[in-house]
């Protein structure tokens, strides 16, 4: 009897410990000034619905460590070196969006290689990996077995929908590969996490009609007119809006998708979903995310077009000034060169010393930096970008015990170029100093114990150092500084 109370008591415990704290379920919220709020609180209510239950708290922590990771944008805009993914769609006449959307029936990529590309983001320090599973213009790149079944036709004459019966995915290009399945199983072989991007509108698909910027317009149907109001009026289509049918036709499709992702490649450890449906599709949208989490209960879901049922959020193209004052996880996705899609210009990718202090920057304010690149119609990047990403990835092998799995520590900063993360065990503190030191650094922030020992990250010898006041003092020998071991910043272990 004793036993089997030892053994109830045990699996009450294990079960308590799995269920999310109510506490814990009540603080997790974006801020309300961001734009993702701000999209859906006519509608979304602040607080999710009692039944519902974010990623756990492991998922949470597993987020907080990976610190650096690559986002990919890859898709049919990639064979036209399109900027701007697929929002140049938009920018296009009819004749030309009728000849993209034909242009999958050419499209062979055989430059592709998962085993290449993964391989190149684990010598670049990447433990993250982002993935475009389907951006706005609606082409799948995995082997959805969903079906279009209307779409719009944009030439020649007047645009008019027409009945179809595709998947409009990589499987029905001549290339005929899943492109998700071969990146997430290289990724897995490689450790690296696995972000999979889904674009909530679809502009191919016209049962999608009008949500957030569909070129397929109703009057008085635009949810989010904020990139292309000025359109000439000759790129605008005016259809009757969808149907009931069609409507739960779009939504159904929907959710099939994200049900494919979750299922058909194993474990996903992020969802990273973009754009806003509207009031209309919310209740049905919030049972799919529910339906989602019965799937995987781990997954990282990115807060757009589902406000605080996500888990994270993203501050785009802009790093924060100062660190988020909520408890919701937040990583910075920033293109490498102009836009995410590839750029072809070699001059506007911005360097390895600036992906290298955003790395520093933001973990120190307790986010996570993902850098953007996208590859060109053949599955190539562009060789300064694979330089840059491979220069970040030899400092982070002499660097990434300050940053990989870190905390922000007390003070994130000190001026404009010291800044501080913390080991979880809070045995130490990493001083990360943007610029050389010369021959000495100080700092008036950090006391390290009586006899204990400083190091240069790369450096086999302590450092000598003195305690000032306040002030922490550490030499800097001419030696050192002769054979500096990395460029671009500086990291101290420093025991407390």
Sequence with gaps: MKNFRLVIFLLAVLFLSAVPSDDREKSIRMPRNRSEWRDVSGYEQWDPDPDYRHASQAAYNAFYDTKFGIR????????????????????????????????????????????????????????????????????????????????????????????????????ETPFKRDIVKELTDAARRHNIKIDLYFSHPDWYDADFRPYTDNPIKTWGSVLHPFKYRSLPRLRTAVFPPPTREETMRAMKRHREQLVELLTNYGKIDMLCLDMSLGEEIWPYLKETIKILRTIQPDVMLRNRGIGNYGDYYTPEGYVPGDPANTPMPWMVIYPLAGTFSYDPDAKKYKGTKWIVHNIVDIAAKGGVFMVGIGPDGNGKFHPVAEKQLRETGKWLSVNGEAIYATRPWGSWKEGDSVRFTRSKDDKYIYVHSLTWPGPVFKTALVRPRPGSQIFMLGVKEPLKWSQAGKELIIEIPDALANDKPCGFSWAFKIEQ
């Design 72 to 171: 990919i944008h890859w898709g049919i805009y990639s064979i036209w070196q399109m900027q701007g993914e697929s929002w140049g769609f938009l920018k296009l006449p009819f004749s030309k969006r009728q000849e993209y959307q034909e242009l999958y029936k050419t499209w062979d990529p055989q430059g592709f290689s998962a085993e290449a590309w993964v391989d190149l983001f684990e010598q670049s320090g990447i433990r993250l990996m982002a993935f475009t599973t389907k951006h706005h213009e609606g082409f799948s790149m995995f082997d959805t077995k969903t079906r279009v079944k209307r779409r719009a036709r944009w030439a020649p004459g007047k645009p008019k929908l027409e009945d179809c019966d595709l998947a409009y995915s990589i499987m």
